[in-house]
């Protein structure tokens, strides 16, 4: 009896995943080499999800942590089944949802599973995968297949997009086979633009880590990055991997230096000229960067003037990405970077009144529409107003859940927030919706 409920809230939490991402029973039984009908008994648990190749592909494709698909690893990484425990172990939580489940099925319970899919993942997939990442820094695994250029970049596409959506959890999955990849394509071809790339696949390392509070790690994902971009020789590929770099020393507390290091590329940039598109966007983020960088070292003439310039530049870029190239800059983007110098220069009022002109429809991906909410709260909370923090904090996590439980920072500022004032109305349901307890 046990088995059979396991295995349906199994299946429910594979039916609940494969809508998430938009794909149809027969788009992901193509995937499985499979047909709609397996993937629907799957579904429901008339048919058992024992088979360990499906489990993996399940993982793979969906993105699903192994350990939720009952899978264990062992030392070599390989992949083998174990009995599952139902879902519903994990304390329910309630989270933002679409009310409307086409199955007409309990949209509560429907809530449940996604967010306790989330909570397993984020407790028992998430410090694995980082101890595998640390290993690869360490000692690069041997890439898994053939290091062929256009697949590298492909896969750097891929990883990107896994950034903008949030998806943090699957993108350090696949970290230490595209960065072995990426350096192995680069010393086979001694290219600059296999340079460029890898230099750009440890860009993002460092940008992920960052972000999940690995700031050992990020320091030798910069120093790489660095390394390989002064080998491509390519201004814009140098200047990205120097801002990389100076965001680890400002984190380091280095803030001196890492202003240094980002004017540095602000000039390489401008030197290279700002008539093509993708430098003028380079040139337009290193601002961003180093107004942010000057506010933080307390420069507010700089800070105010650098966000300026960021601004004017901005105002003169296609509003649609450069194919290729690693930013995309519009006037709300500056607009975002604003908010977070005013937030900087102590200055909650100035920081507030930036985003008034920012709508969450003008940023292009969850990870930048949850960041504009989570430097909203801070500059709410740097103001003392709790209930509007709360209010923004829930914004963010309906964007990007990970923005506010997996940043170190903004989940402090949350737990705080749930401490300090528990019967503030929005509170309790942001406590619920990271996982928090007092």
Not at 151 to 168: E, K, V, Y
Not at 227 to 252: C, D, F, K, Y
């Amino acid at each position: 009896m046990m088995a059979a409920r396991a295995a349906g809230d199994l299946g429910a939490v594979v039916r609940l995943v494969r809508r998430d991402r938009g794909l149809t029973q027969g788009q992901l039984g193509a995937l499985l080499c499979c047909s709609a009908s397996t993937i629907s008994r799957l579904e429901t648990g008339d048919q058992p999800l024992t088979n360990v190749a499906i489990l993996q592909l399940l993982a793979q494709h969906l993105g699903i942590p192994p350990a939720v698909l009952g899978l264990s690893s062992d030392a070599n990484g390989r992949h083998a089944a174990f009995a599952v425990a139902s879902p519903r172990a994990a304390s329910p939580i309630t989270v933002a949802c679409d009310d409307h489940d086409e199955d007409g099925g309990d949209p509560m319970r429907r809530r449940e599973l996604l967010t306790n899919l989330a909570l397993t993942g984020a407790a028992t997939a998430v410090p694995d995968l980082l101890s595998r990442l640390d290993d690869a820094l360490a000692v690069l695994p041997t890439p898994s297949a053939p290091a062929v250029p256009d697949q590298i970049a492909s896969r750097l596409a891929w990883a990107r997009a896994s950034f903008d959506t949030g998806d943090l959890s699957r993108l350090v999955a696949g970290l230490p086979d595209l960065l072995a990849s990426a350096q192995e394509a680069a010393e086979t071809h001694a290219t600059a633009t296999a340079y460029a790339r890898a230099a750009a696949c440890y860009d993002l390392a460092t940008d992920t880590l960052l972000k999940m509070g690995r700031h050992e790690a990020s320091r030798i994902t910069a120093d790489r990055a660095v390394m390989l971009a002064n080998l491509s020789g390519a201004p814009i590929s140098m200047a990205t991997s120097a801002r990389s770099l100076s965001m680890v020393l400002r984190h380091e507390g280095r803030r001196t230096i890492a202003d240094q290091l980002i004017l540095q590329a602000v000039h390489r940039v401008e030197v290279a000229g700002l008539d093509v598109p993708a430098h003028a966007a380079a040139y337009a983020q290193m601002l961003c960067t180093c107004a942010y960088t000057a506010a933080q070292v307390g420069d507010r003439d700089r800070a105010r003037e650098m966000i300026g310039q960021a601004a004017q530049v901005a105002a003169r870029l296609p509003s649609r990405a450069v194919s290729g190239q690693p930013f995309t800059v519009s006037p709300a983007h500056v607009s975002l970077y604003e908010i977070g110098v005013h937030w900087a220069l102590g200055d909650a009022g100035a920081a507030l009144h930036a985003g008034r002109g920012v709508h969450p429809s003008q940023l292009p991906t969850p990870e930048r529409r949850g960041r504009l909410h989570t430097d909203l709260a801070r500059a709410w909370w740097q103001w003392g107003k709790p209930e509007q923090t709360a209010s923004a904090l829930l914004s963010a996590c309906h964007e990007s859940l990970g923005e506010v439980r997996t940043r170190p920072a903004i989940r402090a500022m949350a737990v705080a927030l749930i401490d300090q004032h528990p019967r503030v109305p929005g509170v309790q349901t942001l406590a619920a919706t990271i996982g928090y307890s007092r």
